[in-house]
């Protein structure tokens, strides 16, 4: 029988065990819990040294890297494990486009009526412009059709002009995005008839004396939306303090603040706000280019006909180059329109969410080309929203199912190069992985991610993908992280594999 005191110190070292538990850091119960693995000890030190970075603390990583060679997997850490991934997000949606409606894919913006214009150049029917979701179309693409209205003879419509937007539906938003960041440029609206990425340029000019009103000027068009100009002119010198916003909902634009009086023109404060319900604005534009041209609108309304005669159209620049404009500098009503489209390719209409024709098609896609698709939850095009949920695994997967494709220089060049362009210009310059790391970037609050594809030391192409979710610290910090990895497999030699000559 062991002695009272024997005891007691047995029961002392037991509790002492407990409270250690107890006060072991989260991030150290997550390095334990979470260590990654490879096939380079090595790799994996120096890998797990760098998340194991205080201001990661909170959160939580998962990461995946694999050669392209011969599949090898040089470090993993939670792969199979769903994160929110923000614009990594446009990976998915990028290959869904890019593999089903190939790289020549264009859009096509058609205006239609009933008839054909009569001898006199009067169209007896209304004018219907035609959305296909052209997330490019813009207002000097307007005005070409307008033109080429005018110089098929056409002088006067007795109808209306009308907007027919019904390839996609009538969702503006994502599933899941935040409420108030609607005003802001990256959460535009989405339709099938689009017109300069849903936004209106507001600039906003000094009055001629201080304290005047300041001057406020809206682009392309001034008829569309309703200012409110609470703005004052400030004494010389002053730093600008403008502030636009727009009432949710509402075509009102609020401008508070002040500008100095001395502002020029090119310097005076420009923003970019979103617009409410897209077609409307479009169809607006496109009014002042037909007054612009001599034709007249009558404005009777006529009944719909059962067949049309198309009488103008633009076609977009090819996917190739629309996936550039959409990577690099992270689009989101572009990536929007795109899974909308080919939701709208497969299934003849485009609706969004987590069960909507693009998001399910670009499913079987996946699903097809080995992905798990039940770590996997897509809401929406772009990653705005805080339902979508990867793995750094069936990214992986998709993106060296792309490499293996013959598009595949289309995807790559249109992803960020670091030190180059896009979201990674200003990222890794002057160093071993500039001009080298292609990759997605993403970020929303306390979600940080890149993906992509690098190449080592010894010209081995390796693909990769970081997701680092629930950072209490700003995005620099996780993004410090992901930029010495890249660098550490920038400068990688793989033991045991030869070097290329």
């Known amino acids: ?69 011969d599949h090898t997997t040089l470090y993993e850490r939670n792969a199979d494990k769903v994160f929110l991934p923000a614009s990594n997000n446009k990976l998915l949606t990028s290959g869904a486009a890019l593999t089903l409606l190939g790289p020549s894919f264009f859009y096509t913006t058609r ?18 412009l035609v959305g296909s979701g052209d997330p490019v179309l813009s207002s000097a693409d307007l005005t070409d059709l307008a033109h080429s209205l005018k110089a098929a003879g056409i002088k006067r419509i007795e109808g209306a002009v009308t907007g027919d937007d019904s390839l996609f539906d009538l969702q503006r938003l994502g599933d899941g995005w ?7 440029y ?30 406020v000027l809206v682009t392309p068009t001034e008829k569309y939306m309703t200012i409110r100009n609470l703005a004052k002119t ?29 502002t020029t023109e090119q310097d005076a404060p420009k923003v970019a706000v979103t617009v409410d319900d897209p077609t409307q604005f479009t169809l607006t534009v496109f009014r002042e280019a037909l007054a612009r041209e001599g034709i007249r609108v009558g404005g009777k309304r006529f009944t719909t006909p059962s067949s049309t005669v198309t009488l103008a159209q633009h076609s977009s620049v090819p996917l190739s180059e629309i996936l550039k404009l959409l990577n690099k500098p992270s689009d989101n009503l572009i990536a929007e329109c795109l899974l909308k489209t080919v939701g709208a390719f497969k299934k003849g209409k485009g609706t969004a969410g987590a069960d ?15 992905m798990d698709v039940t770590h996997l939850n897509q809401s929406d095009g772009s990653g705005l929203s805080r339902f979508n949920f990867v793995s750094p695994r069936d990214f992986v997967q998709l993106l060296t199912y792309l490499h293996n494709q013959s598009s595949f220089p289309v995807l790559y060049e249109s992803l960020p190069i670091a ?83």
């Open 1 to 69: 029988m062991k002695s009272r005191t024997t005891r007691r110190s047995l029961a002392a070292a037991t509790l002492l065990a407990l409270m250690v538990t107890v006060l072991q850091t989260p991030s150290s119960r997550c390095r334990a819990d979470d260590a990654g693995t490879g096939t380079d000890p090595a790799l994996v030190e120096r890998i797990e040294a760098l998340l194991a970075d205080k201001t990661l603390q909170t959160g939580f990583q998962g990461l995946l890297i694999q050669s392209l060679k």
């Open 111 to 128: 205006v239609v009526a009933a008839v054909p214009p009569d001898r006199k150049g009067v169209l007896h029917s209304d004018l219907t």
């Open 178 to 184: 935040t409420w108030d960041d609607e005003p802001f």
């Open 186 to 215: 990256y959460s535009a609206q989405v339709s099938a008839l689009n017109l300069n990425e849903n936004l209106v340029s507001v600039r906003v000019l000094p009055g001629m004396k201080e304290g005047d009103p300041v001057r």
């Open 234 to 262: 400030a004494v010389a010198k002053t730093k600008s303090s403008i502030l636009v916003d727009r009432l949710r909902g509402q075509n009102i634009l609020i401008v508070t603040g002040a500008v100095a009086v001395d």
């Open 356 to 370: 909507g024709t693009g998001a399910q098609t670009a499913r079987d896609l996946f699903k097809s080309i080995g």
């Open 419 to 501: 030190g180059v362009d896009g979201s990674l210009r200003n990222r890794l310059k002057n160093s071993a992985a500039t001009g080298n790391c292609h990759a997605k970037t993403g970020y929303i609050s306390r979600a940080s991610s890149l993906s992509g594809y690098i190449t080592t030391k010894d010209n081995e192409m390796l693909v990769f993908s970081i997701l680092m979710n629930n950072h209490l610290s700003s995005n620099a910090l996780p993004v410090s992280i992901q930029d010495k990895i890249m660098l550490l497999l920038a400068n990688y030699s793989r033991p045991g594999v030869p070097h290329a000559q």
